[in-house]
């Protein structure tokens, strides 16, 4: 990874999947944990695994398995190492060993959100009883599963303190910040922490088909035990998008149902309470499941619901694991399938969607089991607040919006031209998503469509370290440039053209430009002294009287300006030579022949 300075991760991951020396295995006697029932594969209690247990279990299976192996993939912000648990019997450990099994890869991220440690003990339980149930072993032959134990080991490790008031437990557990108080869940754009260069590192190289992220979920009470999130559906390339709405999401359910565990769609409420309607949650590519989504990867999160027992939660997340599992070994060829072509899609077509919105005219509805809703008087301010009757069931139809459309779309150039000057930050955070770019060695003349910035909304305080832009407006001018020696070309036609457009298209939502990596742009750099400037405004004036004629109309039309004595000579400024060619000016250009 040049440039990039957790290339050490890098290779250690790599160094661990080529290196499968043979192990002497022994049969442990002993259970892993007195918490496994091994005959009914449930979790029992109200405590979760501390990292440093959880980790312990894994090396323990690691030793007693051959299909199974724990490797470190990088580091924590705090320096901790990251782990990846592969079970994949009988076809090695690399990706390349695994595909030419004709395997299909799930990916488990445990512990994004630590404060949510349901499905580190999911995950262990999964991992069990993968590798010791002979029934259960049957829904990895066509699957390797990548399982991350724990990625925010931080914050797993900052049990002190409680948090999550409304959460019924477990009784300790981590928080949702990581070292530097991210929140690793909006990081997968911008990757300030460390722990994404590791993540987005090791997805690049297993490229999985699916990503599972564990989770649980706040908001409005209910009787379902699990809440299903699902990559936005609409923007999905239409093969996956197919496979996932018309096969996996229907036979989730039905797992899920047949284990007597109830299920919705992850949601937010129109109003304050479930029956005036639901929408689906919209991930932008900051998320996990956004990003993954322009790798044209299915993600799936498990939004186990806060307010059910922690063991009910464990089991809930353990369940949705496994019947991922199963639609993945129930149409292993079809998944394949799907993502090929979804690849190839992105690769050829010339046109993607960005900034995504509602579509309030679909509206479908959705069988709701949930408790019925009322206000009584606080007993802390006094005021009205809102009860769920647990006591009671409500059984009703509600409104449900799980559609959205494309705000704005964006033909893809032939290429982008990345100016040397801004490969720093930007290079090493694509190179780990797997784009491609290339050096340019000659001066090269290019003919590009420059972008300049019009208008944008910025975030009053910062949002996760940045103070974020939105509503970016601007207009496109072609133009030659030369192209110089040192800067990069990211050529487009390959897998990774929609990453490359969500994050190089300075009015893309999640872009670069948005999450602050070109603010220095937006500043002016070169200004005048008012009045040894008259007279050359003066002049200038009497040079043109097409400006003369634009400075009239305007005073006319704009009462402030017309009083205005620095706003009239600024105009002429910006309208003369002197102009600043580089403020506004968007750096990367869009390659057009
Ligand atoms: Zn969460």
């Known amino acids: 990874m040049p440039g990039s300075p957790f290339c050490d991760g890098h290779s250690l991951l790599l160094a661990n999947f080529a290196g499968m020396h043979a192990r002497v295995f022994g049969i442990l006697g002993g259970l892993l944990s007195t ?23 894994y090396q323990k299976l690691d030793r007693m398995h051959t299909g199974a192996r724990l490797l470190e993939i990088g580091n924590d912000d705090d320096g901790s190492p990251i782990h990846v648990f592969l079970i994949s019997d009988g076809s090695g450990f690399t990706p390349d060993s695994i595909r030419a099994a004709g395997k299909n890869i799930l990916w488990i991220t445990n512990g994004i959100h630590p ?18 149930s002979d029934q259960l072993m049957g829904l990895v032959v066509h699957t390797a599963v990548c399982i991350v134990p724990v990625y925010n080991v931080w914050g797993a490790k900052q049990r002190e303190h409680p948090s999550r008031p409304d959460q019924q437990g477990p009784s300790e557990h981590g928080i949702r910040a990581n070292a530097r108080n991210l929140d690793l869940n909006r990081d997968f754009v911008k990757m300030d922490a460390r722990n994404t260069w590791t993540l987005a590192d090791a997805l690049r190289t297993m490229d999985p088909d699916v990503y599972f992220e564990t989770h649980v979920s706040d908001g409005a009470d209910h009787r379902y035990v699990m809440e299903l999130l699902t990559t936005q559906k609409d923007k999905l390339s239409p093969s996956l998008s197919a496979f996932m709405t018309a096969t996996m999401i229907p036979e989730l359910y039905t797992w899920m149902d047949r284990k007597g565990m109830l299920m919705c769609p992850y949601f937010e409420t129109v109003q304050e309470v479930p029956d005036s309607g639901l929408v689906a949650f919209y991930d932008s590519p900051r998320y996990s499941t956004g990003y993954n989504a322009l790798f044209d990867r299915i993600g799936i999160l498990s939004e186990s619901h806060m307010l059910k027992p922690y063991a009910q939660r464990v089991n809930a997340t353990f369940q949705l694991m496994l019947a991922t599992l199963a639609v993945m070994n129930k149409y292993p060829g079809q998944l394949h399938e799907a993502r090929e072509e979804a690849k190839a899609r992105t690769a050829a077509v010339d046109t993607f969607g960005f900034n995504w919105t509602l579509d309030t005219t679909r509206v479908d509805s959705l069988e709701w089991k949930g408790y019925p809703a009322g206000q009584e008087a606080s007993r802390v301010t006094g005021l009205p607040r809102l009860e769920y009757d647990s006591r009671k069931t409500l059984d009703i139809t509600v409104p449900w919006m799980e559609s959205y459309r494309a705000s704005l779309m964006k033909r893809k150039p032939k290429a982008y031209h990345l100016p040397a ?56 001018e072609r133009t030659k440039i030369t192209a110089h020696q040192g800067d990069f070309i990211i050529s487009m036609g390959a897998a990774t053209d929609r990453y490359v ?21 937006l500043q002016q750099k070169e200004w005048f002294t008012p009045y040894s400037f008259e007279d050359i405004a003066a002049f200038m004036l009497e040079q043109e009287p097409d400006l003369q004629k634009q400075l009239e109309v305007r005073r006319a039309g704009d009462p402030a300006f017309a009083s205005d004595r620095w706003a009239q000579l600024n105009f002429v400024l910006q309208h003369s030579a002197y102009r600043e060619r580089n403020y506004r000016r968007y750096p990367v250009l869009r390659v057009v022949e």
């Open 421 to 476: 000057a801004w490969a720093r930050d930007l290079v090493p955070r694509m190179e780990l998503s797997g784009v491609q770019l290339v050096r340019i060695t000659n001066d090269t003349v290019l003919t590009v469509e420059v972008s300049t910035i019009t208008d944008f909304n910025t975030s009053h305080s910062p949002f996760e370290g940045h103070y974020l832009h939105s509503d970016v407006r601007a207009t496109r």
């Open 115 to 132: 404060g949510e440690p349901d499905g580190v003990d999911a995950s262990l339980l999964l991992a069990q009883a993968l590798l010791e």
């Open 501 to 521: 457009m969500e994050v190089l298209e300075c009015d893309a939502e999640d872009s670069f430009f948005a999450w602050g990596f070109f603010d220095s742009i």
């Open 35 to 57: 918490l496994w029932s091994q005959a009914q594969w449930t979790f029992k209690g109200d405590s979760t695994a501390t990292w440093e247990q959880a980790i312990a279990r």
